[in-house]
């Protein structure tokens, strides 16, 4: 889910043009779980094979790797490794809204709302070790390079772009702006379009860039105090303070200059300790990553990618083709120097 701190960021529309010859590493289980949550059927059942198999992930993935490809740009995955120990209170209740929303997704079914229905089923996607798999052998066949990240996908992400081996992270969470990658991609793996709330409407989707840099100056912190901020808000290690949003969370830290500071100031009852404060800052300011990565893109195995698609998943090889040769520009884009 990530921290809620958008909105006090600048977001510049951009299009896929702009990001020509760019390398944009994923969050991979970011763009999973949204697939499984938008490709869906009008009353919310996940797309499937014969075999009842869901089959939402690898189509998502497919067709929009497969358009960044075809626009030339360089995609690279990072999968989550093991969650920190301070994440288990966020990812319990994530279970429990998840558990909560499949019985709303019944009794909307049950009483024909089927709009409500694919509302709460869109909340009720689980990604499995299984799909993970599956994603990752999809991902071998197309090319396309992955990284199994030691922790947070985001922190593997951001930790490249720092480094230089890539532009920008792709992801739809603000995360990785805390731990300091210097551009955030968002809706990169989007439809082009996206359903209005509660109406039968839609609007069109675009990238968006944010760069850290630009916006700490606008708003006149420091890296540190962002994540300062982050943790009064609340983040996926810690539940914030009651009444504390972005802006109140901006205020305070320009004023009292750190959490400690906001902390004795107004005396929160429900403030996280200041070991836990010090933990939370290092998972941001210092998270485990890893060098034990290569980029490169060799191309498409197109025999195994009709085998994990047709034979294994049931896709039809008529719509296959035409989206897998949109994968022709990787030998094109592989003669190119990588543009940052």
């Known amino acids: 889910m990530g921290v809620d701190i958008g909105a006090i960021f600048k977001q510049e529309k951009i299009g896929y043009s702009d990001l020509k010859d760019r390398v944009i590493v994923i969050d991979a289980y970011n763009v999973l779980h949204q697939f499984l949550a938008s490709i869906r059927q009008r009353d919310g059942t996940p797309l499937k094979n014969s075999k009842g198999e869901i089959t939402s992930h690898l189509s998502g993935l497919f067709h929009r790797t497969a358009n960044m490809i075809e626009s030339r740009i360089r995609p690279v995955y990072a999968f989550d490794g093991k969650p920190h120990p301070l994440k288990a209170k966020t990812l319990e209740k994530r279970k429990i809204r998840k558990e909560e929303a499949e019985r709303e997704y019944i009794k909307a079914l049950e009483g024909g709302d089927l709009v409500k229905a694919r509302s709460k089923a869109q909340q009720t996607g689980r990604l499995t070790d299984e799909m993970i798999q599956q994603s990752k052998d999809l991902l071998d066949a197309l090319g396309i390079p992955f990284i199994q990240s030691p922790q947070e996908g985001e922190a593997q992400a951001s930790y490249m772009v720092k480094k230089g081996d890539a532009y920008a992270v792709g992801s739809q ?159 094109q884009m592989m003669k190119q120097k990588t543009l940052f």
């Open 173 to 331: 969470d603000y995360d990785c702006l805390l731990i300091g990658s210097p551009v955030l991609i968002r809706n990169l793996t989007s439809s082009e379009r996206r359903k209005l709330p509660g109406k039968d409407a839609y609007s069109k989707v675009f990238p968006k860039q944010i760069r850290l840099k630009n916006n700490l100056k606008i708003l006149g912190i420091k890296h540190k105090q962002l994540v300062d901020m982050a943790i009064l808000i609340g983040t996926d290690f810690n539940d914030g303070i009651h009444g504390i949003g972005p802006k109140k969370s901006l205020n305070l830290i320009k004023k009292n200059g750190n959490v400690e500071n906001v902390l004795a100031t107004i005396g929160a009852k429900d403030a996280p300790s200041f070991d836990e404060i010090n933990e939370i800052r290092k998972i941001f300011l210092k998270p485990k990553v890893t060098d034990d990565y290569n980029l490169s893109w060799p191309g498409v195995d197109k025999e195994n990618v009709f085998k994990i698609l047709c034979d294994r998943h049931h896709f039809k090889k008529e719509r296959v083709e035409p989206v897998l040769s949109k994968f022709e520009n990787i030998q």
